[in-house]
């Protein structure tokens, strides 16, 4: 007692200076935490003839709005460009207008999704084409006009699908049949993903999640630091709900190709809108969804539907080949993880199991 009475004022300033440390302690962490005073917003609309959702973080409050418009006026644009639903797009006037063995000429974007999905094309021989429109618009799944189609014109549409008849040349396509029709539907999400980022850098914001269709952009982050959480649709769950979670740095896409997105049944089968360019009916090969990870949007969501038509063996050896991470999911609700991707995806559904290999 007579030691506290002694040093009391010692005492005092010492409990002073813990106090005042602690203090600076928790606001450090605090702001840390919210990377100082981050705000977020979400923002929910259709484009693009699909869903899309954008969380934006930015400390600015006023950016918020300005980029939730900066990205619907990106996507209007885009869909004006490559969108076959878009009667006066560049490419519905390219499929519409083109002279068989003449250069049509096409804007670079164009073209360079063009020699992408080309190329995936070569390297699946054939699962994945750029010219599947007249199969996909005579099954009728993208309009409502659904139908099991007549097998003769089946049989003509699979010839003028297949893309041994375009070339690239320098600015511009040569088709070399009379009835074909290219289609960036399985790019086109994922492309638009790339084209929001190089809007993104050019902001303030601090971080993005910009959801569109089966796409989703992670960008930067919000304001701590943090991987990204990003959550995959539960192919037999409602819309919203979530079998696993993948965990990216602020520069990925994930894109998902499923059997459920878009589909109708008939006799207690389902027909869905992956076509597998060979038979002409969709992919049936056990998967029921597939979603690849990596920098590219536009490769992400290219090697989401290719590796969904080439199935599950193929598929996981493509997607090793080319380096991404990818997520497979059987209709017996099994699971299975690229190798570099297996530290950062988690399961948070009972209903599917990871199987190891
Ligand atoms: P996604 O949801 O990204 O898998 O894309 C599906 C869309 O890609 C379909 O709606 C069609 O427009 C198109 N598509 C369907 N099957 C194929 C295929 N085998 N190769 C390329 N595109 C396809
Ligand atoms: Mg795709």
Redesign the pocket.
């Known amino acids: 007692m007579r030691f506290i009475a002694r040093h009391r004022k010692v005492l005092k300033r010492t409990i002073a200076v813990v106090c005042i440390l602690l203090f600076c302690y928790f606001a450090f962490l605090t702001i840390r935490g919210n990377g100082g005073n981050v705000k977020s917003q979400v923002y929910s609309g259709i484009a693009m003839g699909t869903a899309v959702k954008k969380t934006i973080y930015a400390k600015d409050t006023t950016l918020l709005n300005q980029v939730d418009t900066l990205i619907d006026d990106t996507l209007k644009e885009f869909e004006n460009q490559t969108s076959v639903r878009v009667k006066d797009s560049e490419l519905s006037k390219i499929n519409r207008t083109y002279v068989v063995g003449g250069i049509t000429k096409a804007s670079d974007n164009i073209l360079d999704y063009l020699a992408l999905e080309l190329q995936i094309w070569r390297e699946t021989e054939g699962?994945?084409?750029?010219c599947?429109y007249p199969i996909?618009a005579l099954w009728g799944i993208?309009d409502g006009a659904e139908k099991i189609p007549d097998d003769t014109e089946l049989q003509k549409r699979i010839l003028a699908s297949d893309a041994n008849n375009i070339e690239l040349v320098e600015d511009g396509i040569v088709f070399n049949d009379a009835d074909m029709s290219i289609?960036l539907?399985?790019v086109g999400?994922g492309a638009a993903c790339d084209l929001v980022r190089e809007q993104l850098v050019q902001t303030d914001i601090q971080g993005a999640v910009i959801s569109i269709g089966?796409s989703i952009l992670a960008y930067g982050d919000k304001g701590d630091g943090k991987d990204w959480h990003i959550g995959i649709q539960d192919p037999r769950g409602k819309t919203g709900d979530v079998f696993g979670i993948v965990d990216t740095d602020g520069n990925m896409v994930v894109?998902t190709?499923g059997d459920y997105?878009?589909y109708f049944e008939l006799d207690e089968k389902r027909y869905h809108?992956?076509?597998?360019?060979i038979t002409g009916y969709p992919a049936d090969n056990g998967l029921i969804s597939v979603s690849v990870v990596c920098e590219s949007g536009i490769l992400s969501?290219a090697l989401?539907?290719a590796c969904?038509?080439l199935g599950l063996e193929e598929g996981m050896k493509y997607a090793e080949e080319k380096g991404v991470g990818a997520v497979f999911v059987t209709s017996d609700k099994e699971v299975y993880v690229t190798k570099n991707l297996k530290k950062k995806f988690r399961l948070q559904s009972d209903d599917y199991t990871i199987v190891k290999r």
């Open positions: 699962a994945f084409s750029p599947i996909t993208e289609d539907g399985a999400k089966g894109s190709s997105e878009k809108h992956i076509i597998n360019p969501d989401s539907t969904f038509v």
